[in-house]
């Protein structure tokens, strides 16, 4: 298991498929750009933490799951399940999970592993966080190069179990465009779900 999580009582956490935008939202939300970022899947193979000496916060990237090219089924697999413990072992302290798909491809993707017996691991991480009560909200990103977004928004709430209109849960799904800095949907829908959890005090953050 991962064992770099700095002691901290309060965390958000960005997950998702391998080179969606992670640690470039990461950036974009600390204003730092230590994290690496590429164009290859598979950049980050261990958490990267971000926290303040002064706040009890943290705000962690997680590597990415799913296909990565050049990496055997059997690591992909181990990150995975390294993922999915992470999160059942802080899922008391996360406030909010955000969940980061690429607007792009992120419906071919579903559809292509929708098939008998086979739940698409978006979907899958969805419903995960959603089963251990942590807030949600996906990020859908690299918007930009997306042109009929409400349409892909629709199809992206249906494969999610939100009846569309999309625009119904703008507490869930955010349109963004990390490398643009342009991810204010997602700001708003992490302040929702801290509003609700009595957190205004980390809205400066988002
Ligand atoms: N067009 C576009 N590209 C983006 C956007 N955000 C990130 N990218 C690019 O997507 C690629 C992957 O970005 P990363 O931030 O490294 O992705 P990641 O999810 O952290 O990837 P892993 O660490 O492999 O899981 C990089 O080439 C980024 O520049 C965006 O909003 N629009
Ligand atoms: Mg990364």
Do not use: C
């Not at 960005?14 to 230590?34: A, F, P, Y």
């Not at 598979?42 to 296909?67: M, S």
């Amino acid at each position: 298991m991962f064992d770099t999580r700095p002691n901290r009582d309060a965390e958000i956490v960005l997950i998702g498929r391998s080179n969606v935008g992670k640690s470039t939202l990461m950036r974009e939300i600390t204003g730092h750009t230590k994290f690496a970022t590429g164009g290859k899947p598979g950049v980050t193979r261990k958490p990267n933490h971000y926290d303040w000496n002064a706040e009890d916060f943290v705000i962690t990237d997680l590597p990415g799951f799913g296909f990565m090219s050049g990496v055997p089924g059997d690591v992909r697999e181990a990150i995975k399940t390294d993922i999915v413990r992470y999160i059942e072992a802080n899922a008391e302290k996360i406030l909010v999970g955000v969940l980061v798909v690429d607007g792009k491809s992120v419906i071919d993707i579903i559809d292509r592993h929708s098939g008998e017996g086979e739940i698409p691991h978006d979907v899958e991480m969805f419903g995960f966080l959603q089963e251990l009560g942590i807030p949600t909200v996906v990020a859908v990103n690299k918007m930009d190069k997306v042109d009929d977004r409400d349409e892909r928004l629709d199809e992206l709430a249906e494969r999610l179990g939100l009846y569309p209109p999309w625009q119904q849960f703008d507490d869930v799904i955010a349109p963004i465009s990390a490398k643009r800095g342009n991810i204010d949907a997602l700001n708003e829908a992490v302040r929702h779900h801290l509003h609700a959890q009595q957190r205004d005090d980390l809205f400066k953050f988002f």
